[in-house]
């Protein structure tokens, strides 16, 4: 389960919803147990978290947990839109597929975030190339990881 969420900031407010989202880690790991990654993200003026769960129990857990209602008090001046229109709005959960174990997060300064749209009736097919080491049975290429 993973969860990103692109948050415009409310005009002039950038950099202090970003010092706001760099403060929050610290809280994830100490309040969250069932969320094993959490990221404060940033491209331009758009801050953004990005999440990663056990299961949908603890992405529920972590959508009531302290950052969250600390970032919905302080949303309608740190956010464009505000909670509803700015964060809600803007939530995009998925299953994780596969992943590479981390090493050290806290020395990671850069991230991508690639929203991938399978053509028409390829879902399924483009599901499984990413989970199953880059194979499919109707992938015309093989790659090795």
């Not at 969320?35 to 990663?52: M, N, V």
Request: aromatic letters at 6%; charged letters at 20%.
């Amino acid at each position: 389960m993973k969860t990103i969420t692109l948050m415009p900031a409310a005009k002039g407010q950038t950099e202090s919803f970003v010092e706001f989202l760099a403060g929050a880690a610290p809280v994830v790991k100490e309040t969250e147990p069932g969320t094993k990654l959490w990221f404060a993200l940033q491209d331009g003026d758009t801050p953004a978290i990005f999440d990663i769960f056990v299961d949908d129990e603890a992405r529920n857990a972590h959508f009531s947990g302290a950052v969250a209602a600390a970032l919905n008090e302080n949303a309608d001046a740190l956010v464009a839109g505000g909670w509803d229109g700015g964060v809600v709005a803007n939530i995009n959960n998925s299953n994780a597929l596969s992943a590479k174990a981390p090493v050290d997060l806290y020395t990671a300064t850069a991230a991508t975030y690639i929203a991938i749209e399978a053509r028409p009736g390829k879902a399924d097919d483009l599901a499984a190339l990413l989970a199953s080491r880059m194979t499919c049975s109707t992938c015309t290429s093989r790659r090795s990881p």
